[in-house]
C-alpha cells in the first residue's frame, strides 16, 4: 500500500516557477517508479515526467528542459520543479507510483494516486 500527497501548487504568472511535492509513505519494501500527471479542465490525463526505481527519467516533449522530476535520497518524496511556466501547463496535477522498477508516462502503468494539487499560470 502507497500513499501519496501532492503540495506546492499555486497561481503564477507565466515565465514564474512552482516546485511541486510528493510525499510518500509505503506499507512494504517494494521498489518503485514514481510519475507526475497533469489534467486540465475538458481534457485527459496526461503523463508529464516519470522516475524509475534506477533513476531513468522520461518527460513529455511539452516540458522538456522546462521541468525537472527528482526524489530525495530516502525516496520519500517526489519533486517537480516547473520553471518558465506558461499558460497551457495550468492544470491539476497529480503524484502516482507503480509497484515496478520501471514506468511510462501512460496513466494505465500506475496504481496508486495522490489527491492532486492545482497549479495555474496566468498570462
Known amino acids: 500500500e502507497v500513499q501519496l500527497v501532492e503540495s506546492g501548487g499555486g497561481s503564477v504568472q507565466s515565465g514564474g516557477s512552482l516546485r511541486l511535492s510528493c510525499a510518500v509513505s509505503t506499507s512494504t519494501s517494494s521498489s518503485y517508479c514514481m510519475g507526475w500527471f497533469r489534467q486540465a479542465p475538458g481534457k485527459e490525463r496526461e503523463g508529464v515526467a516519470s522516475?524509475?526505481?534506477?533513476?531513468?527519467?522520461k518527460y513529455v516533449d511539452s516540458v522538456k528542459g522546462r521541468f525537472t522530476i527528482s526524489q530525495d535520497n530516502a525516496k520519500s518524496t517526489l519533486y517537480l520543479q516547473m520553471d518558465s511556466l506558461k499558460p497551457e501547463d495550468t492544470a491539476m496535477y497529480y503524484c502516482a507510483a507503480h509497484s515496478h522498477w520501471s514506468c511510462g508516462l501512460g496513466d494505465d502503468d500506475y496504481d496508486y494516486w495522490g489527491q492532486g494539487t492545482q497549479v495555474t499560470v496566468s498570462s
Open positions: 522516475l524509475d526505481f534506477d533513476g531513468s527519467i
